[in-house]
């Protein structure tokens, strides 16, 4: 389970938005063995950004460690081997304002995860792959409690999630103050019904400041929703997936 195709898009979309590229601190939940935290590191223009991916299972997050300290940007990349709701529990995320508490943490400009998303179905004998895809260990209540937490005013949260449930993680986010501002539903070619949804959410500033942003107020009543097919009819890659993932598959 260290790289699949939809994991691999959902970055290289994630990466294309312009608060990702500007950013100064990422967080991947989950991140499994780095994938999507060494495709932000490639393309973030900020040579500062610091990117914190975290990992439950301790297997894949050696991995993880590992492979970003054989990358160009090691320097920037930090792996945490722990859930997230002790990560969230041990940074005391409740008594965060926007900026800082008196650990001398400060919120995350955008957080990406890929997480668990089988929910009662037939586990596998393999504790390592239900960590990886089964959400007992991060309901996702949970996982939207802990992005809030964590996410500051004005943020973005992308979801790479399965199609189905997408209505399922945008009335989550927003019972807990995330509102969805874009949504790109995946098909393996244009016959399928879609197999998942890659989410963008943004953390509205408090009121008073809200008042004197409108880029905030342009977003609450407009969702961006398009498409994306892997395949075109001669099972092929589409010119789509291609120029969005040129940059990191080596035989594009």
């Known amino acids: ?11 290289a979309w ?3 938005d312009p608060q990702i590229k500007s950013a100064q601190k990422i967080l991947d939940i989950g991140s499994g ?8 590191a490639q393309a973030t223009e900020n040579s500062n950004t610091e990117i914190t991916a975290i990992e439950i299972e301790t297997a894949a997050a050696k991995e993880a460690a590992s492979n970003f300290a054989l990358s160009p940007w090691t320097s920037r990349m930090n792996l945490v081997n722990s859930a997230i709701q002790t990560y969230s529990t041990q940074l005391n995320t409740n008594n965060l304002d926007n900026n800082k508490n008196d650990l001398g943490f400060s919120k995350f400009d955008c957080i990406i995860s890929n997480p668990p998303f089988f929910e009662g179905d037939l586990k596998s004998p393999d504790e390592k792959k ?3 895809s089964h959400s007992s260990e991060l309901p996702w209540n949970e996982l939207v409690e802990n992005v809030f937490g964590l996410l500051k005013e004005g943020g973005t949260y992308y979801v790479l999630i399965p199609a189905l449930r997408s209505y ?9 103050g995330l509102q969805l501002v874009e949504e790109v539903l995946v098909h393996n070619n244009a016959k ?7 989410q963008k959410f943004v953390k509205p500033f408090s009121n008073d400041t809200r008042q004197n942003n409108n880029a905030v107020k342009q977003t609450e009543n407009f969702i961006k929703r398009s498409k994306i097919y892997i395949k075109d009819a001669e099972n092929n890659y589409t010119t789509q997936f291609t120029s969005l993932l040129k940059e990191y598959y080596l035989h594009l």
């Open 168 to 176: 399922t993680m945008q009335k989550l986010c927003d019972q807990n």
């Open 33 to 40: 063995t780095g994938l999507l935290s060494l495709m932000l």
């Open 14 to 16: 994630a990466v294309t």
């Open 192 to 198: 399928t019904l879609p197999i998942r949804a890659m």
């Open 130 to 132: 239900n960590l990886a």
């Open 1 to 11: 389970m260290k790289v699949c195709t939809d994991a691999c898009l959902f970055g």
